[in-house]
């Protein structure tokens, strides 16, 4: 059956492109967008629109989604920029670019860490959706950073629970707006799907208990640079718990970011970076840790606020 929504574009997404405006709020590809447009299933205050109009905040959207497919299970195909940090016969520690997703999921046409894996000869065999095979965690497809996929059954229910249990470090940096105020803090509100039903999460009254800590690493004229360690693993935790205390990751449009300040950085999606990541070996019981630098252009926005401060 299809899934029809009536929704307003968010003013963070004032002026941006229809089919970049749906992918942010759907979370879909940008061709998969580009797809709906052409099709007719997308309507801007009640008319077609092409997928290179611009968009502005408080906009009408009328969206109807086909069905979705049943997700492919992941087929070999080569990810550049995704960098092999470890790898033993039970677990493989990725660092993955920008524009990749964690496996194969309607909508999404682009490439995957699981696919980038396969292309590099690992075998996977875990229970689960052939699409997720052995993945015990995600990352936004505009985060980058460090990931762990298990290979092995053992590992995989093994470190799910340790995930479940939070018993896994797991270690961010955020460039946000403005400067909070404690310089460190805890965000301790409950995550939900935004009740517009445009794709955003938010803080809802009932919605799923999440923490996230901060800490100020460096502070500039206009930005603040944290960081963030998560107690939960709610989708776009960090996203929106920064919202809610009025300092968007800079680059955040869909979460309220503002456009001049991440076009005069440079950032095409959100500042935010998976850095550290450490755990007890599944199978070993050893403790592991894994560090990854920042992306050029995270490293390259951190530049141009050092030379404006």
């Excluded at 939960?232 to 718990?241: L, M, P, S």
Aim: net charge neutral; glycine share 10%; with cysteine.
């Amino acid at each position: 059956m299809s899934d029809h929504r009536s929704l307003s574009v968010p003013e963070g997404l004032d002026g941006e492109r229809l089919d970049a405006a749906l992918s942010r709020m759907f979370g879909l590809s940008r061709s998969r967008t580009a797809e709906l447009i052409g099709a007719g299933n997308v309507l801007v205050d009640g008319a077609p629109a092409e997928k290179s109009d611009r968009v502005h905040g408080g906009a009408w959207l009328d969206v109807t989604l086909p069905p979705p497919p049943v997700p492919p299970a992941p087929r070999p195909e080569p990810v550049p920029g995704m960098r092999i940090v470890y790898e033993d016969p039970d677990i493989v520690v990725v660092d993955k670019p920008i524009g990749v997703a964690a496996h194969p999921s309607p909508g999404w046409g682009g490439p995957t860490v699981l696919a980038g894996l396969l292309e590099a000869g690992h075998q996977i065999t875990t229970s689960g959706a052939a699409e997720r095979q052995g993945i015990v965690h995600r990352l936004d497809v505009g985060t980058t950073g460090l990931m762990v996929i298990t290979k092995s059954e053992v590992a995989y229910s093994r470190l799910k629970r340790a995930f479940r249990d939070r018993r896994v470090d797991k270690r961010y940096r955020a460039l946000v707006q403005g400067h909070p105020d404690p310089l460190r803090g805890t965000v301790d509100a409950p995550i939900d799907r935004h009740p517009s039903g445009d794709g955003r999460f938010a803080v809802v009254a009932g919605g799923k208990p999440s923490r996230t800590h901060y800490d100020t690493v460096e502070a500039f004229r206009a930005a603040t640079l944290l960081d963030v360690r998560l107690e939960t693993g709610r989708t776009h935790q960090i996203r929106v718990h920064m919202a809610a205390i009025r300092h968007p990751c800079a680059g955040d449009l869909l979460y309220g970011a503002d456009p001049t300040l991440a076009s005069s950085l440079g950032l095409e999606r959100q500042w935010l970076h998976a850095a550290g990541l450490g755990f007890d070996h599944p199978v070993t019981d050893r403790r592991v840790e894994f560090d990854s630098p920042y992306p050029d252009d995270l490293r390259k926005a951190l530049e141009t606020l050092r030379e404006q401060s």
